[in-house]
């Protein structure tokens, strides 16, 4: 076996990531196979693995050559600051996602709010929510069963009170309930857009929390605006992280179902990667 842990993850995976990438993915694998911190690994202190751990760094990178992220490699990742579980029933959280909740935090002007996250994968926007509101409720959906349970567990690490329902929002939604703000990430890139994407996300992400069919491609956002106009209150607000290429076609969708102040907003790469509107 190596000697050297730093040395063997860099010679393997050199061809793989940039420089910088590959200092972050090797801290992370460090970190999470002997909890050695960055000082950790500078101080040199990987010298005495074990037999176990080497092997655990072998199996590792084994899967990260086949372009199994390494968040699903190693079961978490972190969002907003909060650690979460992930596994392939989930969506790995974006960085443009928690652009989303920033954007929600900052609005967020009722004294106790009433939330839901329609599709809400691991569960990550509606517990970023719960956890930095510290006052009102929060409802999450989603039509998998996997991604519920993820989502459950991860509430649980958080330490949120969070009601997670199974609900498919493509067939009618007899719930009977008003919230302040819905907020959804749905499915949103297009089948046509497929031989755009890395081989990572399209090998091991969930399909169906991503595509949609070509001739469908807002099919989510009319279900969800039409749910938006039944159950928000007046004055409430609908947030959805959205494709780029759909931002002029969903704020004329929410003008057309009465919706008011709606503002596309960028992300931080200059893309139209959000919107938000208010029910009358």
């Known amino acids: 076996m190596f000697e050297n842990p730093v040395e063997y993850i860099s010679a393997q995976l050199l061809d793989k990531y940039s420089k910088s990438e590959l200092r972050i993915v ?5 970190k999470d196979v002997a909890n050695l911190s960055f000082l950790d690994i500078v101080n040199c202190k990987f010298k005495n693995l074990s037999n176990t751990e080497k092997q655990k760094i072998i199996d590792i990178i084994e899967r ?3 372009n199994e992220p390494i968040q699903y490699v190693l079961g978490k990742t972190e969002f907003y600051g909060l650690d979460l579980k992930v596994n392939s029933s989930v969506l790995i959280p974006r960085p443009e996602t928690e652009e989303l909740v920033e954007w929600i935090l900052l609005e967020i002007s009722q004294i106790n709010p009433h939330l839901l996250d329609i ?12 956890k930095h509101l510290h006052y009102g409720t929060v ?3 989603d039509i998998s069963d996997d991604a519920l349970a993820v989502a459950n567990e991860n509430a649980t690490i958080n330490d949120v009170s969070i009601k997670f329902t199974k609900v498919d929002v493509l067939k009618p939604v007899d719930i009977n309930k008003k919230f302040d703000i819905i907020v959804s990430n749905p499915p949103y890139i297009t089948v046509s857009e497929k031989n755009m994407m890395e081989r990572n996300v399209l090998d091991f992400e969930p399909h169906e929390a ?9 099919i989510f956002y009319l279900k969800i605006v039409d749910i938006a106009k039944k159950m928000l209150n007046k004055n409430g607000r609908l947030y959805f992280e959205i494709n ?3 931002g002029s076609e969903i704020a004329e969708l929410l003008q057309r179902k009465e919706f008011i102040n709606i503002e596309l907003k960028n992300d931080i790469s200059g893309n139209s990667r959000m919107i938000r509107a208010v029910k009358m």
């Open 26 to 30: 090797t801290s992370l694998i460090l």
């Open 64 to 66: 990260l050559l086949n």
């Open 119 to 130: 599709g809400t994968g691991s569960g990550c926007i509606a517990i970023a929510l719960a």
């Open 139 to 141: 409802d999450a959906w």
């Open 210 to 218: 991503l595509f949609v069919p070509d001739d469908e491609s807002l």
């Open 244 to 246: 780029q290429a759909n």
